[in-house]
Protein backbone atom coordinates (compact mmCIF):
# COMPACT_ATOMS: atom_id res chain seq x y z
CA UNK A 1 0.00 0.00 0.00
CA UNK A 2 2.85 2.55 0.44
CA UNK A 3 4.51 2.27 -2.53
CA UNK A 4 0.71 2.39 -4.47
CA UNK A 5 0.52 5.98 -3.12
CA UNK A 6 4.09 7.34 -4.51
CA UNK A 7 2.96 6.49 -7.85
CA UNK A 8 0.12 8.08 -7.65
CA UNK A 9 1.85 11.30 -5.66
CA UNK A 10 4.24 11.19 -8.58
CA UNK A 11 1.39 11.41 -11.47
CA UNK A 12 0.21 14.29 -9.65
CA UNK A 13 2.73 15.65 -9.26
CA UNK A 14 3.62 15.65 -13.18
CA UNK A 15 0.17 16.16 -13.87
CA UNK A 16 1.02 19.73 -11.50
CA UNK A 17 4.23 20.45 -13.43
CA UNK A 18 2.69 20.04 -17.06
CA UNK A 19 -0.17 22.13 -15.84
CA UNK A 20 2.15 25.22 -14.57
CA UNK A 21 4.15 24.76 -17.91
CA UNK A 22 0.88 25.59 -19.85
CA UNK A 23 -0.45 27.76 -18.06
CA UNK A 24 3.19 29.93 -18.34
CA UNK A 25 3.02 29.29 -21.66
CA UNK A 26 -0.43 30.30 -22.66
CA UNK A 27 0.27 33.07 -20.15
CA UNK A 28 3.37 34.17 -22.39
CA UNK A 29 1.90 33.79 -25.67
CA UNK A 30 -1.36 36.32 -24.46
CA UNK A 31 1.62 38.54 -23.47
CA UNK A 32 2.80 38.47 -26.75
CA UNK A 33 -0.10 38.50 -28.91
CA UNK A 34 -1.63 41.34 -26.65
CA UNK A 35 1.95 43.47 -27.47
CA UNK A 36 1.45 42.42 -30.62
CA UNK A 37 -1.86 43.26 -30.85
CA UNK A 38 -1.49 47.03 -29.24
CA UNK A 39 1.56 47.50 -31.87
CA UNK A 40 -0.87 46.94 -34.55
CA UNK A 41 -3.47 48.91 -33.08
CA UNK A 42 -1.23 51.53 -32.51
CA UNK A 43 0.03 51.62 -36.07
CA UNK A 44 -3.81 51.47 -37.27
CA UNK A 45 -4.26 54.91 -35.75
CA UNK A 46 -0.85 56.50 -36.68
CA UNK A 47 -2.19 55.32 -40.33
CA UNK A 48 -5.84 56.22 -39.95
CA UNK A 49 -4.38 59.34 -38.78
CA UNK A 50 -2.10 59.85 -41.87
CA UNK A 51 -4.72 59.03 -44.00
CA UNK A 52 -7.25 61.71 -42.56
CA UNK A 53 -4.73 64.54 -43.05
CA UNK A 54 -4.90 63.41 -46.40
CA UNK A 55 -8.32 63.16 -47.12
CA UNK A 56 -11.68 62.78 -45.11
CA UNK A 57 -13.98 59.94 -45.69
CA UNK A 58 -16.41 61.96 -47.22
CA UNK A 59 -13.22 63.48 -49.43
CA UNK A 60 -11.85 60.00 -50.34
CA UNK A 61 -15.18 58.95 -51.51
CA UNK A 62 -15.38 61.87 -53.69
CA UNK A 63 -11.95 61.76 -54.69
CA UNK A 64 -13.35 61.24 -58.51
CA UNK A 65 -15.59 64.36 -58.00
CA UNK A 66 -12.56 66.52 -57.11
CA UNK A 67 -10.13 65.53 -58.57
CA UNK A 68 -11.30 64.68 -61.84
CA UNK A 69 -10.49 61.95 -64.25
CA UNK A 70 -7.40 60.05 -62.88
CA UNK A 71 -4.90 59.78 -65.25
CA UNK A 72 -3.06 56.26 -65.67
CA UNK A 73 -0.23 55.46 -64.01
CA UNK A 74 -0.27 58.32 -61.43
CA UNK A 75 -1.90 58.01 -57.47
CA UNK A 76 -5.06 61.00 -57.27
CA UNK A 77 -2.39 63.22 -54.94
CA UNK A 78 0.15 62.68 -58.30
CA UNK A 79 -2.86 63.35 -60.87
CA UNK A 80 -4.00 66.58 -58.75
CA UNK A 81 -0.49 67.61 -58.40
CA UNK A 82 -0.13 67.44 -62.41
CA UNK A 83 -4.00 69.74 -62.85
CA UNK A 84 -2.30 72.16 -60.29
CA UNK A 85 0.64 72.48 -62.31
CA UNK A 86 -1.36 72.95 -65.71
CA UNK A 87 -3.23 75.87 -63.66
CA UNK A 88 0.33 77.31 -62.43
CA UNK A 89 1.59 77.33 -65.93
CA UNK A 90 -1.49 78.69 -67.37
CA UNK A 91 -0.91 82.58 -64.60
CA UNK A 92 2.69 82.01 -64.60
CA UNK A 93 3.64 80.98 -67.84
CA UNK A 94 6.31 78.58 -68.37
CA UNK A 95 7.32 75.07 -66.37
CA UNK A 96 6.47 74.87 -62.97
CA UNK A 97 9.43 74.88 -60.94
CA UNK A 98 10.29 71.91 -58.57
CA UNK A 99 9.02 72.61 -55.57
CA UNK A 100 6.06 72.49 -53.12
CA UNK A 101 1.80 73.40 -54.06
CA UNK A 102 2.36 75.76 -51.30
CA UNK A 103 5.54 78.16 -52.68
CA UNK A 104 3.61 77.81 -56.42
CA UNK A 105 0.73 78.99 -55.07
CA UNK A 106 2.17 81.79 -53.62
CA UNK A 107 4.54 82.93 -56.33
CA UNK A 108 1.44 82.70 -58.62
CA UNK A 109 -0.59 84.96 -55.76
CA UNK A 110 2.62 87.39 -56.25
CA UNK A 111 2.33 86.97 -60.13
CA UNK A 112 -1.40 88.17 -60.09
CA UNK A 113 -0.88 90.61 -57.47
CA UNK A 114 1.97 92.57 -59.76
CA UNK A 115 -0.81 91.95 -62.71
CA UNK A 116 -3.82 93.64 -60.93
CA UNK A 117 -1.11 96.56 -59.79
CA UNK A 118 -0.37 97.32 -63.49
CA UNK A 119 -3.82 96.72 -64.69
CA UNK A 120 -4.50 99.18 -61.95
CA UNK A 121 -3.22 101.94 -64.17
CA UNK A 122 -5.27 101.41 -67.11
CA UNK A 123 -8.71 99.81 -65.67
CA UNK A 124 -10.31 99.97 -62.50
CA UNK A 125 -10.16 96.66 -60.75
CA UNK A 126 -12.78 95.91 -57.86
CA UNK A 127 -11.94 93.26 -54.95
CA UNK A 128 -8.33 92.15 -55.36
CA UNK A 129 -9.97 88.73 -53.78
CA UNK A 130 -12.49 88.55 -56.32
CA UNK A 131 -10.86 89.64 -59.70
CA UNK A 132 -8.74 86.93 -61.16
CA UNK A 133 -6.76 87.39 -64.82
CA UNK A 134 -9.75 86.78 -66.91
CA UNK A 135 -11.39 89.58 -65.69
CA UNK A 136 -8.43 91.40 -65.77
CA UNK A 137 -7.55 90.44 -69.66
CA UNK A 138 -11.02 90.93 -70.41
CA UNK A 139 -10.80 94.67 -69.25
CA UNK A 140 -7.84 95.13 -70.45
CA UNK A 141 -8.90 94.17 -73.95
CA UNK A 142 -11.88 96.20 -73.82
CA UNK A 143 -9.38 99.06 -72.91
CA UNK A 144 -6.87 98.07 -75.63
CA UNK A 145 -9.70 98.64 -78.36
CA UNK A 146 -10.46 101.83 -76.77
CA UNK A 147 -7.49 103.40 -77.13
CA UNK A 148 -6.84 101.53 -80.50
CA UNK A 149 -10.22 103.20 -81.58
CA UNK A 150 -8.66 106.88 -80.05
CA UNK A 151 -5.55 106.24 -81.50
CA UNK A 152 -7.04 105.95 -85.72
CA UNK A 153 -9.29 108.79 -85.04
CA UNK A 154 -6.86 111.05 -83.74
CA UNK A 155 -4.38 109.59 -86.80
CA UNK A 156 -7.07 110.32 -89.04
CA UNK A 157 -7.22 113.46 -88.00
CA UNK A 158 -4.02 114.26 -87.97
CA UNK A 159 -3.47 113.11 -91.55
CA UNK A 160 -6.53 115.68 -92.93
CA UNK A 161 -4.84 118.01 -90.78
CA UNK A 162 -1.49 117.01 -92.61
CA UNK A 163 -3.13 117.12 -96.20
CA UNK A 164 -4.79 120.64 -95.38
CA UNK A 165 -1.34 122.12 -94.24
CA UNK A 166 0.57 120.48 -97.54
CA UNK A 167 -1.78 121.93 -99.77
CA UNK A 168 -1.34 125.12 -97.86
CA UNK A 169 2.37 124.74 -98.02
CA UNK A 170 2.46 123.64 -101.65
CA UNK A 171 0.60 126.88 -102.17
CA UNK A 172 2.94 129.43 -100.67
CA UNK A 173 5.85 127.46 -101.95
CA UNK A 174 4.46 127.69 -105.88
CA UNK A 175 3.56 131.57 -104.71
CA UNK A 176 7.08 131.87 -103.28
CA UNK A 177 8.49 130.49 -106.55
CA UNK A 178 6.87 132.70 -108.67
CA UNK A 179 7.70 136.30 -106.62
CA UNK A 180 11.43 134.52 -107.11
CA UNK A 181 11.20 134.37 -110.83
CA UNK A 182 9.37 137.40 -111.14
CA UNK A 183 12.05 139.10 -108.61
CA UNK A 184 15.10 137.46 -111.01
CA UNK A 185 12.81 139.08 -113.89
CA UNK A 186 13.20 142.63 -112.70
CA UNK A 187 16.75 142.24 -111.76
CA UNK A 188 17.93 141.01 -115.12
CA UNK A 189 15.90 144.36 -116.34
CA UNK A 190 17.70 146.46 -113.50
CA UNK A 191 21.03 144.87 -114.61
CA UNK A 192 19.90 145.98 -118.61
CA UNK A 193 19.35 149.52 -117.74
CA UNK A 194 22.62 149.65 -115.74
CA UNK A 195 24.26 148.33 -118.52
CA UNK A 196 22.60 150.84 -120.73
CA UNK A 197 23.31 153.78 -118.38
CA UNK A 198 26.61 152.65 -118.81
CA UNK A 199 26.93 152.98 -122.11
CA UNK A 200 24.79 156.29 -122.39
CA UNK A 201 27.51 157.62 -119.81
CA UNK A 202 30.18 157.24 -121.83
CA UNK A 203 28.66 158.49 -124.92
CA UNK A 204 27.83 161.70 -123.04
CA UNK A 205 31.04 162.11 -122.48
CA UNK A 206 32.10 161.63 -126.11
CA UNK A 207 29.56 164.15 -127.94
CA UNK A 208 28.76 167.87 -128.68
CA UNK A 209 25.93 170.50 -127.63
CA UNK A 210 22.40 169.08 -128.84
CA UNK A 211 23.62 165.65 -128.55
CA UNK A 212 24.80 165.98 -124.81
CA UNK A 213 21.24 167.28 -124.41
CA UNK A 214 19.14 164.43 -125.90
CA UNK A 215 21.41 162.12 -124.52
CA UNK A 216 21.31 163.76 -120.93
CA UNK A 217 17.09 163.43 -121.25
CA UNK A 218 17.76 159.61 -122.21
CA UNK A 219 20.06 159.58 -119.61
CA UNK A 220 17.59 160.93 -117.17
CA UNK A 221 14.47 158.56 -118.80
CA UNK A 222 16.94 155.57 -118.29
CA UNK A 223 17.13 156.89 -114.25
CA UNK A 224 13.37 157.20 -113.76
CA UNK A 225 12.57 153.80 -115.91
CA UNK A 226 15.62 152.54 -113.09
CA UNK A 227 14.26 154.22 -110.20
CA UNK A 228 10.66 152.17 -111.26
CA UNK A 229 12.05 149.05 -111.80
CA UNK A 230 14.12 149.25 -108.99
CA UNK A 231 10.64 150.20 -106.96
CA UNK A 232 8.87 147.54 -108.21
CA UNK A 233 11.64 145.45 -107.49
CA UNK A 234 11.82 146.31 -103.67
CA UNK A 235 8.01 146.06 -103.77
CA UNK A 236 8.30 142.30 -104.90
CA UNK A 237 10.59 142.02 -102.28
CA UNK A 238 8.47 143.03 -99.70
CA UNK A 239 5.50 141.17 -101.04
CA UNK A 240 7.71 137.80 -100.74
CA UNK A 241 8.77 139.04 -97.21
CA UNK A 242 5.22 139.04 -96.50
CA UNK A 243 4.31 136.06 -97.96
CA UNK A 244 6.80 134.19 -95.92
CA UNK A 245 5.59 136.17 -92.81
CA UNK A 246 2.44 134.90 -93.82
CA UNK A 247 3.51 131.53 -94.05
CA UNK A 248 5.29 131.42 -90.67
CA UNK A 249 2.38 133.00 -88.83
CA UNK A 250 0.19 130.09 -90.21
CA UNK A 251 2.69 127.68 -89.25
CA UNK A 252 2.36 129.56 -85.37
CA UNK A 253 -1.14 129.18 -85.65
CA UNK A 254 -1.90 125.63 -86.98
CA UNK A 255 1.36 124.34 -84.49
CA UNK A 256 -1.45 125.71 -81.67
CA UNK A 257 -4.25 124.47 -82.65
CA UNK A 258 -2.52 120.58 -84.23
CA UNK A 259 1.70 119.98 -83.77
CA UNK A 260 2.90 119.68 -86.75
CA UNK A 261 3.54 116.64 -88.40
CA UNK A 262 6.21 114.66 -87.46
CA UNK A 263 7.83 113.47 -90.65
CA UNK A 264 10.35 111.57 -88.59
CA UNK A 265 7.45 108.85 -88.31
CA UNK A 266 8.41 106.98 -91.08
CA UNK A 267 11.92 106.76 -89.90
CA UNK A 268 11.10 104.74 -86.94
CA UNK A 269 8.67 102.56 -88.73
CA UNK A 270 10.40 98.64 -88.78
CA UNK A 271 10.53 97.24 -91.75
CA UNK A 272 10.58 93.54 -90.62
CA UNK A 273 10.76 90.62 -87.48
CA UNK A 274 13.37 88.25 -86.47
CA UNK A 275 11.66 84.76 -86.99
CA UNK A 276 14.38 82.33 -86.24
CA UNK A 277 17.89 82.43 -84.71
CA UNK A 278 21.14 80.26 -85.14
CA UNK A 279 23.39 81.56 -82.79
CA UNK A 280 26.33 79.33 -83.39
CA UNK A 281 26.26 80.05 -87.29
CA UNK A 282 25.62 83.70 -86.14
CA UNK A 283 22.46 83.84 -88.69
CA UNK A 284 18.79 84.89 -87.81
CA UNK A 285 16.40 84.68 -90.19
CA UNK A 286 13.50 87.37 -90.89
CA UNK A 287 9.75 87.64 -91.89
CA UNK A 288 10.26 89.44 -95.26
CA UNK A 289 11.67 88.26 -98.65
CA UNK A 290 11.23 88.71 -102.34
CA UNK A 291 7.79 89.40 -101.97
CA UNK A 292 8.83 92.32 -99.85
CA UNK A 293 11.78 93.01 -102.55
CA UNK A 294 14.51 92.04 -100.04
CA UNK A 295 18.07 90.93 -102.33
CA UNK A 296 21.35 90.03 -101.10
CA UNK A 297 23.53 92.88 -99.37
CA UNK A 298 20.60 94.53 -97.74
CA UNK A 299 21.55 95.83 -94.17
CA UNK A 300 19.42 96.32 -91.13
CA UNK A 301 19.53 97.07 -87.94
CA UNK A 302 18.23 95.13 -84.74
CA UNK A 303 15.87 96.81 -81.98
CA UNK A 304 14.25 95.07 -78.60
CA UNK A 305 10.98 93.60 -79.55
CA UNK A 306 7.80 94.85 -78.59
CA UNK A 307 9.60 98.61 -78.28
CA UNK A 308 9.70 101.26 -81.19
CA UNK A 309 13.17 102.30 -82.85
CA UNK A 310 14.98 105.46 -81.00
CA UNK A 311 15.45 108.70 -82.00
CA UNK A 312 19.16 108.21 -82.41
CA UNK A 313 18.67 105.07 -84.24
CA UNK A 314 20.75 103.21 -82.13
CA UNK A 315 20.35 99.68 -82.26
CA UNK A 316 21.43 95.87 -80.50
CA UNK A 317 22.71 94.98 -83.46
CA UNK A 318 23.35 95.20 -87.28
CA UNK A 319 22.78 92.40 -89.61
CA UNK A 320 23.22 91.55 -93.45
CA UNK A 321 20.95 89.48 -95.76
CA UNK A 322 23.23 86.90 -97.53
CA UNK A 323 19.86 84.50 -98.62
CA UNK A 324 16.76 85.67 -100.23
CA UNK A 325 13.37 83.17 -100.17
CA UNK A 326 9.89 84.26 -101.35
CA UNK A 327 8.62 85.32 -97.98
CA UNK A 328 11.92 84.44 -95.65
CA UNK A 329 15.30 85.97 -95.61
CA UNK A 330 18.50 84.95 -93.95
CA UNK A 331 21.21 87.54 -92.65
CA UNK A 332 24.41 87.11 -91.22
CA UNK A 333 24.91 88.89 -87.60
CA UNK A 334 27.63 91.77 -88.29
CA UNK A 335 27.82 93.16 -85.04
CA UNK A 336 26.20 92.56 -81.95
CA UNK A 337 26.78 92.67 -78.29
CA UNK A 338 26.83 89.60 -75.55
CA UNK A 339 25.02 92.25 -73.28
CA UNK A 340 22.38 92.30 -75.50
CA UNK A 341 21.60 89.29 -77.67
CA UNK A 342 19.23 89.12 -80.69
CA UNK A 343 16.00 88.13 -79.10
CA UNK A 344 12.86 86.03 -81.41
CA UNK A 345 10.40 88.32 -82.48
CA UNK A 346 13.22 91.51 -82.26
CA UNK A 347 12.13 94.28 -84.88
CA UNK A 348 14.78 95.37 -87.85
CA UNK A 349 14.97 98.54 -89.68
CA UNK A 350 16.67 100.42 -92.44
CA UNK A 351 15.92 104.33 -93.03
CA UNK A 352 16.37 104.02 -96.99
CA UNK A 353 14.95 100.69 -98.11
CA UNK A 354 11.10 100.31 -97.79
CA UNK A 355 9.05 97.34 -99.34
CA UNK A 356 6.38 99.34 -101.17
CA UNK A 357 7.77 102.98 -101.66
CA UNK A 358 10.82 104.92 -102.84
CA UNK A 359 12.02 107.46 -100.31
CA UNK A 360 13.49 111.17 -101.31
CA UNK A 361 16.68 112.12 -100.21
CA UNK A 362 18.77 115.46 -99.94
CA UNK A 363 22.61 115.38 -99.21
CA UNK A 364 24.50 118.82 -98.34
CA UNK A 365 27.55 118.99 -96.55
CA UNK A 366 31.22 117.67 -96.35
CA UNK A 367 31.51 114.36 -95.09
CA UNK A 368 34.13 112.61 -93.12
CA UNK A 369 33.31 109.04 -94.39
CA UNK A 370 35.65 106.87 -92.47
CA UNK A 371 36.27 109.38 -89.34
CA UNK A 372 39.76 109.74 -90.33
CA UNK A 373 39.67 113.39 -89.37
CA UNK A 374 40.12 113.83 -93.17
CA UNK A 375 37.24 115.15 -94.87
CA UNK A 376 36.37 113.25 -98.36
CA UNK A 377 36.20 115.44 -101.54
CA UNK A 378 33.52 112.76 -102.83
CA UNK A 379 31.90 111.84 -99.68
CA UNK A 380 28.52 113.22 -100.77
CA UNK A 381 28.71 111.37 -104.06
CA UNK A 382 29.19 108.27 -102.21
CA UNK A 383 26.62 108.53 -99.88
CA UNK A 384 24.18 108.91 -102.49
CA UNK A 385 25.96 105.68 -104.33
CA UNK A 386 25.02 104.02 -100.87
CA UNK A 387 21.58 105.66 -101.39
CA UNK A 388 20.53 104.51 -105.32
CA UNK A 389 21.67 100.97 -104.35
CA UNK A 390 19.40 100.07 -101.44
CA UNK A 391 16.40 101.69 -103.19
CA UNK A 392 16.35 105.32 -102.82
CA UNK A 393 16.84 108.48 -104.45
CA UNK A 394 18.60 112.05 -104.33
CA UNK A 395 17.65 115.05 -105.14
CA UNK A 396 19.45 117.82 -105.71
CA UNK A 397 17.23 120.39 -103.85
CA UNK A 398 14.21 120.38 -101.07
CA UNK A 399 10.68 120.18 -102.25
CA UNK A 400 7.34 119.04 -100.82
CA UNK A 401 7.92 115.35 -101.69
CA UNK A 402 11.56 115.47 -99.74
CA UNK A 403 11.62 112.62 -97.39
CA UNK A 404 14.91 113.24 -95.46
CA UNK A 405 17.83 115.50 -95.76
CA UNK A 406 21.23 114.17 -94.97
CA UNK A 407 23.47 117.17 -93.08
CA UNK A 408 27.28 116.13 -93.10
CA UNK A 409 29.66 119.14 -91.67
CA UNK A 410 29.34 122.90 -92.48
CA UNK A 411 31.44 123.58 -95.76
CA UNK A 412 34.25 125.85 -94.45
CA UNK A 413 34.20 129.03 -96.77
CA UNK A 414 37.76 129.71 -98.26
CA UNK A 415 39.67 133.04 -97.66
CA UNK A 416 39.10 135.96 -99.95
CA UNK A 417 42.31 135.65 -101.87
CA UNK A 418 44.18 138.90 -102.47
CA UNK A 419 45.41 140.89 -105.38
CA UNK A 420 48.55 138.88 -105.76
CA UNK A 421 47.39 135.57 -105.34
CA UNK A 422 44.48 136.90 -108.37
CA UNK A 423 47.86 137.59 -110.35
CA UNK A 424 48.98 134.48 -109.97
CA UNK A 425 46.16 132.58 -110.66
CA UNK A 426 42.90 133.98 -111.80
CA UNK A 427 41.33 130.68 -110.85
CA UNK A 428 41.20 131.06 -107.22
CA UNK A 429 38.48 133.77 -106.98
CA UNK A 430 36.42 130.72 -108.71
CA UNK A 431 37.09 128.16 -105.92
CA UNK A 432 36.28 131.06 -103.41
CA UNK A 433 33.35 131.73 -104.65
CA UNK A 434 32.25 128.00 -104.81
CA UNK A 435 33.31 127.59 -101.28
CA UNK A 436 30.85 130.45 -100.51
CA UNK A 437 28.17 129.04 -103.06
CA UNK A 438 28.42 125.61 -101.06
CA UNK A 439 28.13 127.00 -97.26
CA UNK A 440 24.86 128.90 -98.71
CA UNK A 441 23.32 126.01 -100.59
CA UNK A 442 24.11 124.39 -97.01
CA UNK A 443 22.29 126.88 -95.19
CA UNK A 444 19.69 127.23 -97.16
CA UNK A 445 18.62 123.93 -97.76
CA UNK A 446 18.67 123.41 -93.67
CA UNK A 447 16.59 126.15 -93.47
CA UNK A 448 13.79 124.97 -95.94
CA UNK A 449 14.05 121.47 -94.24
CA UNK A 450 12.94 123.28 -91.29
CA UNK A 451 10.57 125.30 -92.71
CA UNK A 452 8.86 122.48 -94.59
CA UNK A 453 9.47 119.78 -91.26
CA UNK A 454 11.64 117.54 -93.08
CA UNK A 455 13.40 115.60 -91.24
CA UNK A 456 17.11 115.77 -90.73
CA UNK A 457 19.72 113.45 -90.33
CA UNK A 458 23.28 114.00 -89.43
CA UNK A 459 25.92 111.57 -90.59
CA UNK A 460 25.92 109.38 -87.78
CA UNK A 461 22.80 109.23 -87.19
CA UNK A 462 22.12 108.53 -90.49
CA UNK A 463 24.74 105.42 -90.30
CA UNK A 464 22.87 103.98 -87.03
CA UNK A 465 19.42 104.00 -89.07
CA UNK A 466 20.45 102.29 -91.99
CA UNK A 467 22.46 99.18 -90.15
CA UNK A 468 26.06 100.56 -91.41
CA UNK A 469 27.83 102.20 -88.46
CA UNK A 470 29.57 98.79 -87.57
CA UNK A 471 30.40 98.58 -91.23
CA UNK A 472 32.44 102.25 -91.48
CA UNK A 473 36.52 101.42 -91.61
CA UNK A 474 36.11 98.45 -93.09
CA UNK A 475 37.66 97.77 -97.00
CA UNK A 476 34.67 98.38 -99.50
CA UNK A 477 32.54 100.20 -96.87
CA UNK A 478 31.93 102.75 -99.62
Known sequence: MPARRRKQSNAMLYTLITFVGLFIATTTIAVIYYVKAEEYKTGEADLQRDINNLATDRERQALGTIVGTKQPGKTWLSTMVDYHDRTVSMVVGGVPESTSAEVKVNNSNTE???TQKLAHEHITIGDPNLTGLVQIVQGLKT???????????????LED?????????????EKEQTLLAEKDKLQQQVDDIEQKYTELSALLEQTTGEQVKTLRDQLQQARDDLKALNDQLLKTQEELKLAQNDLKSEKEKLSKIEPGPDREVLAYDPDGQIILIDDQAKVVHLNIGIDDHVYQGLRFTVYDRGTSVPEDGKGKAEIEVFDVAKTYSAARITKSELRKPILQGDIVANLIWESDRTNVFVIAGDFDLDNDGMI???????????????GGTVADSIAIDTDFLVLGKQPQVLQKPTLDELDIDPRVMEVYNASLQRLNRYNGLRDQAQTLWIPV???DRFLYFIGYKGHIGQAGAF
Open 161 to 173: TETRFQNADKANF
Open 112 to 114: VTN
Open 143 to 157: ELDKTIKEKLDVQKQ
Open 457 to 459: FTY
Open 376 to 390: DYNGGEKIKTLIEKW
